[in-house]
C-alpha cells in the first residue's frame, strides 16, 4: 500500500484546511485509514480513523468537535478537514493504513499500521 498526504500549509488560528490522502497499490490491506500528528519534540499522535467499507470513524477527544475525516471510494482519498484550528494543531501530519476493520482507541497505537505517508506540515500561526 502506498500512501501519499497533502494539503498541508500555514494558516491563523481560527482558520480552516483540508488535508488529503491518496491510496494505492494493495488497497484491499487498507480497511482502515488514520490520520496521526507529529509535533517538534513529540511522539506521534492519532488524531482520527475511518473505516473504508462503512464509513464509521473514531476521533481524538483533541479534535472531536473540530476536525471530520472522510473517504471518497471511487478515488480511494481520504481527507481530513480541519476547522477552528489552534497553534496546538502544528504538526507533520501522517495518513496510515491498517488491515484490520474496526475503530476504536486501540487506533492510537502505531504499531497497528503497516503503511504511512510522508506526511504534510501543517503550521498554525497564533
Known amino acids: 500500500v502506498q500512501l501519499q498526504a497533502s494539503g498541508g500549509g500555514l494558516v491563523q488560528t481560527g482558520d480552516s484546511l483540508r488535508l488529503s490522502c491518496t491510496v494505492s497499490?494493495?488497497?484491499?490491506?487498507?480497511?482502515?485509514i488514520s490520520w496521526f500528528r507529529q509535533a517538534p519534540g513529540k511522539e506521534r499522535e492519532f488524531v482520527a480513523a475511518i473505516m473504508w467499507s462503512n464509513g464509521g470513524t473514531y476521533y481524538a477527544d483533541s479534535v472531536k468537535d473540530r476536525f471530520i475525516i472522510s473517504r471518497e471510494i471511487a478515488k480511494n482519498m481520504v481527507f481530513m478537514q480541519m476547522n477552528t484550528l489552534k497553534p496546538e494543531d502544528t504538526a507533520v501530519y501522517y495518513c496510515?493504513?491498517?488491515?484490520?476493520?474496526?475503530?476504536?482507541?486501540?487506533?492510537?497505537?502505531?504499531?497497528?499500521?503497516?503503511?504511512w505517508g510522508q506526511g504534510t506540515l501543517v503550521t498554525v500561526s497564533s
Open positions: 497499490g494493495s488497497t484491499n490491506r487498507a480497511n482502515t
Open positions: 496510515a493504513a491498517r488491515t484490520g476493520r474496526s475503530v476504536g482507541p486501540f487506533l492510537a497505537s502505531v504499531k497497528l499500521y503497516h503503511s
